[in-house]
């Protein structure tokens, strides 16, 4: 055969070969795949694709994750409203504003993350010592350099607020001039001008809070006064120093520009006015879907107030609009808001501070009166305490789960059908779909609400620190680790698992249940714009032109003529304007949703009619103060007003899901960082981790299947650093924390399934009687624990990852193993020889456990870890570690300090014993033992039973322990060991008798037993021989104690030889005979076992899917050779 010497001519040979098969077999599969398109149609091919599942039995334990998927989805609206002009509606300059204000929002969220992950740079600048103070002058030039890229961007921050303050005035004031193009700002302007306002007012919060961007900016301040005179022209850079010093020590100061912006020329106190009413309605109805955009309006409203009350009107009209009671109640409800993940804001707090900075406002004394989270008084603050934890709401919170899972699946499961049923009911289909559609919305509602509870209890745990705490104690410490009870833990955990189970049966779905959304939304629409709008024109709205003509506009540009199923196409075109009397119009299903223009523009078509675009008129948005609309016509309007609000969150389907299961949140302590002057918190410190500790340390074994739920807060945290907050280092730190938690998770685990399995083995084996007699035999029973899902996880999602948790499971329970078998031969090392049937009551209890173990996981062979322990994997070695241990223990201990007692066949140590030094018996936890502290005082209670004489039962234990191939090697050892001693004794006893006298007369018969003993004690005289003699008659002891000691071993293994023998005899076909003797069965040629394999193998044999028939025909002919031994040996 041809072997090519050298790289280069092995590459000449092998790439031709290769070059040649890959040829061929691309031919041949081209050919085949041609052969195979032939024989199957392509439709019925990709038909069939459906048919394969790729699920495996992994239970769903984690939260929602992202995959690509082929079928159709919900997908995100446009936002920039492109096909606003065509509707003619004179929206093109709102349109405008409405995308300027949402790019200014996205901008400021930017500078938001900016400013929240901004950390001190000064605490990293080296200190020169004083042998280098000529370079002085470069470490400054060095740190001016570091310092001036951070100021950039506070620079850039003070730029963009004062633009953005700028517009969002200008943007206000286009409402009170003349020649405006639209009455009032519609509901999609509305809502901007509060996104981009709340942009502001957190920017102005973070940058009061932040201590470290003043520190540094002294620092930059002072350096460039240091490198300033090398240059030439910096009074623009001082003044600009200035400006930047100024804005950073002001507190407010965002808010400050904005009032100066807004009342530079135009009053807004009408828009001001506009947007309060809006937002006290929105949270007076739940006009929020989502629980972000409730925020957005409690952390305006303050500031709103604020604005419109200093304005330099009678600040007396607002509460004709809004009474003050309503604001007052609302201020009081909220008495903290989250802003940030560990930060918060109050509304009182907010509105006592703001007073100092417009005099107008500190008049409202019933506003400033609220107290603020930590003024509250002890009651009030327990009413609140009742309102934000969560541990107050989990049993509500579990039933509107546990009811709403129940009727989600069968909503889906009626979809389901429904999809597979040809030519189903129009009405059936459409009440599945309405259903489907509803149960969507309502499962949206529950994550809003439940999610912002979790918001909600972490800004109340930041506002009321733990005062029990050490004063050594950080401050995250005291509002997060010392914060939480044991009890709270669990109901947190608790809820997160419903947030990112109910998100991730959502997020399943959502492939499943978009055409049925699109078309319930395409009918609602529909059915508005063409049936109640119809019936309005004909009667509430027929003499009124400028209505009527709104109306008409609002079916031009949302009517879905195309359809209409019961008009003809010239009626279609006649429908349209509202002058057909039929009766109601009924649609084809068609999953076509609205756009985002669409709805904004039926949105501000409404406002236009029941407002009339009067920003002065009284009352709410639908109030009916000076209304000339009928009330059921306004209810009407108003429904279908607040359904347009839920339909784009409900297109925009996989985002709203994400959104609201977010809770990343829960790791992120920027602020308390920077307050302790730490770098980083230990993990014990870590609200995820601290919720996985909870589960893996709690009774409560329900909580076991929730413990993978806390580490998709890590996952959260994780997108949001490299998503919003766009910074690398602190998806490091994420990673980081992550591998350390999880490896630590791992081995808590593995610990808590080792010592489940433990104590369900030792309760097993526990002595029926001993339970029957026992007062309190409960305590020894152990509770079921479902540990089976979690040892069937394959795929953990962690950080983009998948970890195989089964294989580390295994791998850590199969070193465990090792490790509980090394401790059991240690501790046996400790003791004596007595100490061996609490060593086999203890391996039993481990070989039960891993018996048990093995039926939920792949663990390697009990016997090859025992073997593996004891050093006894060579062929050829028979002298195992316990077998030696044994043989050592009864040379130091055993035979020089046991005597025998003949009565009840038992050793026991004499009181004269040789001091035997040994090691002290190692401890370790109670799962190394039989698991529970109970279970181990019962099992040691049955090995004191044993623990002081060596017996029969001690002998079983040997047998049983070493088996066939250490036992022979034990006794080889123990014969050995009495032939040395007769070779050793055998001198010493000739010497003995040289010290015997010669003859010792006839004894007296009269001096009676005593007499005579003392006589011959009198001729025995030993002189020095006496130790010698001790030493012969202690030899001779132990000569006879081995020899007993082998009349039990035989005892023993006669029994087991019979007990075993009794066990196999039916199956070689041997029974007991009349006369006692054994017989031979005569009903066949062969023994039971050999027909059983015989028959077995035939039977396989023939059958044409076995995959290895010769393995059972291997098998009967063994089965045969060993019956043939065992009559050979008979």
């Given at each position: 055969?041809?072997?090519?010497?050298?790289?280069?001519?092995?590459?000449?040979?092998?790439?031709?070969?290769?070059?040649?098969?890959?040829?061929?077999?691309?031919?041949?599969?081209?050919?085949?795949?041609?052969?195979?398109?032939?024989?199957?149609?392509?439709?019925?091919?990709?038909?069939?694709?459906?048919t394969?599942?790729l699920?495996?039995?992994?239970?769903?334990?984690?939260?929602?994750?992202?995959?690509?998927?082929?079928?159709?989805?919900?997908?995100e609206?446009?936002?920039?409203?492109?096909?606003?002009?065509?509707?003619?509606?004179?929206?093109?300059?709102?349109?405008?504003?409405?995308?300027?204000?949402?790019?200014?929002?996205?901008?400021?969220?930017?500078?938001?993350?900016?400013?929240?992950?901004?950390?001190?740079?000064?605490?990293?600048?080296?200190?020169?010592?004083?042998?280098?103070?000529?370079?002085?002058?470069?470490?400054?030039?060095?740190?001016?350099?570091?310092?001036?890229?951070?100021?950039?961007?506070?620079?850039?921050?003070?730029?963009?607020?004062?633009?953005?303050?700028?517009k969002?005035?200008?943007?206000?004031?286009?409402?009170?001039?003349?020649?405006?193009?639209?009455?009032?700002?519609?509901?999609?302007?509305?809502?901007?001008?509060?996104?981009?306002?709340?942009?502001?007012?957190?920017?102005?919060h973070?940058?009061?809070?932040?201590?470290?961007?003043?520190?540094?900016?002294?620092?930059?301040?002072?350096?460039?006064?240091?490198?300033s005179?090398?240059?030439?022209?910096?009074?623009?850079?001082?003044?600009?120093?200035?400006?930047?010093?100024?804005?950073?020590?002001?507190?407010?100061?965002?808010?400050?520009?904005?009032?100066?912006?807004?009342?530079?020329?135009?009053?807004?106190?009408?828009?001001?006015?506009?947007?309060?009413?809006?937002?006290?309605?929105?949270?007076?109805?739940?006009?929020?879907l989502?629980?972000?955009?409730?925020?957005?309006?409690?952390?305006?409203?303050?500031?709103?107030?604020?604005?419109?009350?200093?304005?330099?009107?009678?600040?007396?009209?607002?509460?004709?609009?809004?009474?003050?009671?309503?604001?007052?109640?609302?201020?009081?409800?909220?008495?903290?808001?989250?802003?940030?993940?560990?930060?918060?804001?109050?509304?009182?707090?907010?509105?006592?501070?703001?007073?100092?900075?417009?005099?107008?406002?500190?008049?409202?004394?019933?506003?400033?009166?609220?107290?603020?989270?930590?003024?509250?008084?002890?009651?009030?603050?327990?009413?609140?305490?009742?309102?934000?934890l969560?541990?107050n709401?989990?049993?509500?919170?579990?039933?509107?789960?546990?009811?709403?899972?129940?009727?989600?699946?069968?909503?889906?499961?009626?979809?389901?059908?429904?999809k597979?049923?040809?030519?189903?009911?129009?009405?059936?289909?459409?009440?599945?779909?309405?259903?489907?559609?509803?149960?969507?919305?309502?499962?949206?509602?529950?994550?809003?609400?439940?999610?912002a509870?979790?918001?909600?209890?972490?800004?109340?745990?930041?506002?009321?620190?733990?005062k029990?705490?050490?004063?050594?104690?950080?401050?995250?410490?005291?509002?997060?680790?010392?914060?939480?009870?044991?009890?709270?833990?669990?109901?947190?955990?608790?809820?997160?698992?419903?947030?990112?189970?109910?998100?991730?049966?959502?997020?399943?779905?959502?492939?499943?249940?978009?055409?049925?959304?699109?078309?319930?939304?395409?009918?609602?629409?529909?059915?508005?714009?063409?049936?109640?709008?119809?019936?309005?024109?004909?009667?509430?709205?027929?003499?009124?032109?400028?209505?009527?003509?709104?109306?008409?506009?609002?079916?031009?540009?949302?009517a879905?003529?195309?359809?209409?199923?019961?008009?003809?196409?010239?009626e279609?075109?006649?429908?349209?304007?509202?002058?057909?009397?039929?009766?109601?119009?009924?649609?084809?299903?068609?999953?076509?949703?609205p756009?985002?223009?669409?709805?904004?523009?039926?949105?501000?078509?409404?406002?236009?009619?029941?407002?009339?675009?009067?920003?002065?008129?009284?009352?709410?948005?639908?109030?009916?103060?000076?209304?000339?609309?009928?009330?059921?016509?306004?209810?009407?309007?108003?429904?279908?007003?607040?359904?347009?609000?839920?339909?784009?969150?409900?297109?925009d389907?996989?985002?709203?899901?994400?959104?609201?299961?977010?809770?990343?949140?829960?790791?992120?302590r920027?602020?308390?960082?920077?307050?302790?002057?730490v770098?980083?918190f230990?993990?014990?410190?870590?609200?995820p981790?601290?919720?996985?500790?909870?589960?893996?340390?709690?009774?409560?074994?329900?909580?076991?299947?929730?413990?993978?739920?806390?580490?998709?807060?890590?996952?959260?945290?994780?997108?949001?650093?490299?998503v919003?907050?766009?910074?690398?280092?602190?998806?490091?730190?994420i990673?980081?924390?992550?591998?350390?938690?999880?490896?630590?998770?791992?081995?808590?685990?593995?610990?808590?399934?080792?010592?489940?399995?433990?104590?369900?083995?030792?309760?097993?084996?526990?002595?029926?009687?001993?339970?029957?007699?026992?007062?309190?035999?409960?305590?020894?029973?152990?509770?079921?624990?479902?540990?089976?899902?979690?040892?069937?996880?394959?795929?953990?999602?962690?950080?983009?990852?998948?970890?195989?948790?089964?294989?580390?499971?295994?791998?850590?329970?199969?070193?465990?193993?090792?490790?509980?078998?090394?401790?059991?031969f240690?501790?046996?090392?400790?003791?004596?020889?007595?100490?061996?049937?609490?060593?086999?009551?203890?391996?039993?209890?481990?070989?039960?456990?891993?018996?048990?173990?093995?039926?939920?996981?792949?663990?390697?062979?009990?016997?090859?870890?025992l073997?593996?322990?004891?050093?006894?994997?060579?062929?050829v070695?028979?002298?195992?570690?316990?077998?030696?241990?044994?043989?050592?223990?009864?040379q130091?201990?055993?035979?020089?300090?046991?005597?025998?007692?003949?009565?009840?066949?038992?050793?026991?140590?004499?009181?004269?014993?040789?001091?035997?030094?040994?090691?002290?018996?190692?401890?370790?936890?109670?799962?190394?033992?039989?698991?529970?502290?109970?279970?181990?005082?019962?099992?040691?209670?049955?090995?004191?039973?044993?623990?002081?004489?060596?017996?029969?039962?001690?002998?079983?234990?040997?047998?049983?322990?070493?088996?066939?191939?250490?036992?022979?090697?034990?006794?080889?050892?123990?014969?050995?060991?009495?032939?040395?001693?007769?070779?050793?004794?055998?001198?010493?006893?000739?010497?003995?008798?040289?010290?015997?006298?010669?003859?010792?007369?006839?004894?007296?018969?009269?001096?009676?037993?005593?007499?005579?003993?003392?006589?011959?004690?009198?001729?025995?005289?030993?002189?020095?021989?006496?130790?010698?003699?001790?030493?012969?008659l202690?030899?001779?002891?132990?000569?006879?104690?081995?020899?007993?000691?082998?009349g039990?071993?035989?005892?023993v293994?006669?029994?087991?030889?019979?007990?075993?023998?009794?066990?196999?005899?039916?199956?070689?076909?041997?029974?007991?005979?009349g006369?006692?003797?054994?017989?031979?069965?005569?009903?066949?040629?062969?023994?039971?076992?050999?027909?059983?394999?015989?028959?077995?193998?035939?039977?396989m044999?023939?059958?044409?899917?076995?995959?290895?028939?010769?393995s059972?025909?291997?098998?009967?002919?063994?089965?045969?050779?060993?019956?043939?031994?065992?009559?050979?040996?008979?």
């Open positions: 055969m041809y072997q090519p010497s050298s790289g280069g001519e092995r590459e000449r040979f092998i790439f031709p070969v290769f070059f040649f098969f890959y040829s061929w077999r691309s031919g041949f599969l081209q050919e085949l795949t041609q052969q195979l398109m032939m024989a199957v149609p392509v439709e019925e091919a990709i038909a069939a694709l459906s394969f599942s699920e495996d039995e992994q239970p769903e334990v984690q939260g929602p994750g992202v995959w690509v998927s082929t079928e159709r989805g919900a997908t609206s446009p936002i920039e409203y492109s096909d606003v002009s065509a509707y003619r509606l004179s929206l093109s300059e709102d349109t405008k504003a409405l995308n300027q204000l949402s790019v200014l929002s996205q901008e400021g969220k930017e500078m938001t993350s900016v400013l929240y992950t901004y950390r001190s740079c000064v605490k990293a600048l080296p200190q020169l010592p004083d042998s280098m103070k000529q370079s002085q002058a470069d470490l400054y030039l060095e740190t001016y350099q570091v310092l001036d890229l951070e100021m950039s961007r506070l620079r850039e921050i003070q730029r963009w607020q004062a633009s953005a303050s700028s969002l005035a200008a943007d206000m004031q286009r409402f009170s001039r003349p020649e405006r193009r639209i009455n009032g700002p519609t509901i999609s302007h509305l809502w901007s001008m509060l996104k981009l306002l709340d942009v502001l007012v957190q920017l102005d973070l940058k009061n809070a932040k201590a470290s961007i003043p520190n540094d900016f002294s620092w930059y301040k002072r350096t460039f006064t240091q490198v005179g090398q240059w030439q022209d910096t009074d623009s850079m001082r003044e600009e120093l200035d400006d930047l010093q100024i804005f950073l020590s002001t507190r407010w100061a965002i808010l400050l520009n904005l009032h100066v912006e807004m009342f530079r020329v135009n009053n807004v106190e009408d828009i001001l006015q506009v947007l309060i009413v809006f937002v006290v309605e929105s949270l007076e109805l739940d006009f929020a989502l629980f972000p955009e409730r925020h957005i309006l409690l952390r305006v409203l303050p500031v709103l107030v604020v604005l419109v009350t200093s304005s330099e009107k009678d600040s007396e009209s607002l509460y004709k609009r809004v009474k003050i009671n309503r604001l007052m109640n609302i201020f009081k409800n909220e008495a903290v808001i989250p802003a940030f993940p560990d930060l918060h804001l109050s509304p009182a707090a907010i509105l006592k501070e703001l007073s100092t900075y417009f005099p107008k406002f500190s008049s409202q004394t019933r506003l400033l009166t609220l107290p603020a989270p930590h003024e509250l008084p002890p009651r009030e603050a327990q009413e609140y305490q009742r309102h934000y969560i541990i709401h989990i049993g509500a919170i579990r039933a509107e789960h546990d009811d709403f899972v129940i009727r989600f699946a069968s909503a889906m499961n009626q979809l389901l059908l429904l597979s049923t040809d030519g189903s009911d129009v009405e059936w289909s459409k009440e599945v779909k309405g259903n489907m559609y509803d149960m969507i919305v309502e499962g949206f509602q529950l994550l809003s609400k439940w999610t509870r979790i918001w909600e209890q972490c800004a109340w745990k930041f506002s009321r620190p733990c029990d705490a050490s004063p050594s104690f950080s401050d995250y410490e005291k509002v997060v680790r010392y914060n939480y009870s044991a009890e709270e833990r669990k109901a947190l955990v608790e809820l997160v698992s419903y947030i990112k189970s109910v998100g991730s049966m959502m997020q399943r779905c959502d492939t499943v249940v978009a055409d049925a959304l699109w078309e319930t939304i395409h009918a609602e629409v529909q059915d508005f714009v063409q049936n109640t709008l119809a019936i309005m024109l004909r009667t509430t709205f027929r003499k009124k032109k400028d209505l009527s003509r709104i109306l008409s506009d609002m079916r031009t540009l949302s879905d003529w195309m359809a209409n199923t019961n008009k003809s196409e010239s279609l075109q006649s429908s349209q304007h509202g002058g057909e009397e039929s009766k109601a119009n009924i649609f084809y299903p068609r999953a076509v949703a756009t985002t223009a669409q709805v904004h523009c039926l949105q501000f078509l409404i406002y236009e009619v029941v407002s009339g675009g009067n920003l002065r008129r009284p009352g709410g948005l639908f109030g009916n103060s000076g209304s000339e609309i009928p009330v059921n016509d306004l209810k009407q309007l108003e429904t279908f007003f607040y359904k347009l609000g839920f339909f784009l969150h409900i297109l389907y996989s985002a709203t899901v994400a959104t609201l299961t977010d809770l990343g949140f829960l790791w992120f920027e602020f308390y960082l920077e307050s302790s002057r770098i980083q230990p993990i014990e410190c870590s609200l981790w601290m919720l996985v500790e909870c589960v893996l340390e709690s009774p409560n074994s329900g909580l076991l299947e929730s413990v993978l739920m806390p580490f998709d807060i890590y996952n959260d945290s994780a997108q949001q650093a490299l919003l907050l766009k910074q690398r280092f602190l998806y490091d730190e990673e980081a924390e992550v591998d350390h938690c999880f490896d630590i998770f791992v081995t808590k685990l593995c610990e808590t399934i080792f010592t489940y399995y433990k104590s369900w083995a030792a309760s097993e084996l526990l002595d029926p009687s001993f339970l029957f007699a026992s007062d309190n035999a409960e305590k020894y029973a152990v509770q079921p624990i479902r540990l089976n899902m979690l040892l069937k996880m394959t795929r953990v999602k962690l950080l983009g990852r998948m970890i195989n948790l089964r294989s580390l499971i295994t791998e850590r329970i199969n070193k465990v193993f090792r490790e509980n078998i090394e401790f059991l240690d501790r046996f090392e400790c003791q004596d020889l007595c100490a061996i049937v609490e060593l086999e009551k203890l391996l039993e209890v481990l070989k039960h456990s891993h018996e048990l173990l093995s039926r939920d996981l792949s663990v390697d062979s009990f016997s090859l870890m073997n593996e322990m004891q050093e006894n994997i060579s062929l070695s028979f002298s195992s570690r316990l077998a030696s241990q044994i043989w050592s223990e009864m130091s201990d055993f035979l020089p300090n046991f005597i025998l007692c003949n009565t009840t066949q038992r050793f026991i140590r004499s009181s004269r014993t040789v001091p035997v030094q040994k090691p002290s018996v190692p401890s370790a936890k109670p799962s190394f033992y039989c698991g529970t502290q109970d279970l181990n005082s019962a099992h040691q209670s049955f090995a004191r039973l044993h623990s002081g004489f060596f017996g029969i039962p001690h002998t079983f234990s040997i047998v049983r322990l070493l088996g066939s191939r250490s036992l022979p090697w034990l006794i080889r050892a123990l014969l050995d060991h009495i032939s040395n001693k007769i070779t050793l004794l055998e001198p010493m006893i000739t010497g003995l008798q040289e010290s015997l006298p010669k003859s010792i007369g006839l004894l007296p018969f009269d001096g009676g037993v005593t007499g005579c003993v003392r006589l011959v004690k009198e001729h025995l005289n030993w002189g020095t021989k006496s130790e010698l003699k001790a030493e012969v202690h030899g001779i002891k132990e000569i006879g104690s081995v020899l007993y000691w082998m039990l071993l035989d005892i293994l006669r029994e087991k030889d019979s007990m075993d023998f009794m066990q196999t005899a039916p199956w070689l076909g041997l029974l007991p005979g006369d006692g003797q054994i017989v031979t069965s005569q009903d066949g040629e062969h023994s039971p076992v050999v027909s059983l394999f015989k028959s077995t193998a035939a039977a044999i023939s059958y044409p899917g076995c995959p290895s028939p010769t059972f025909h291997i098998m009967s002919k063994q089965a045969e050779a060993a019956a043939c031994h065992v009559s050979l040996y008979k």
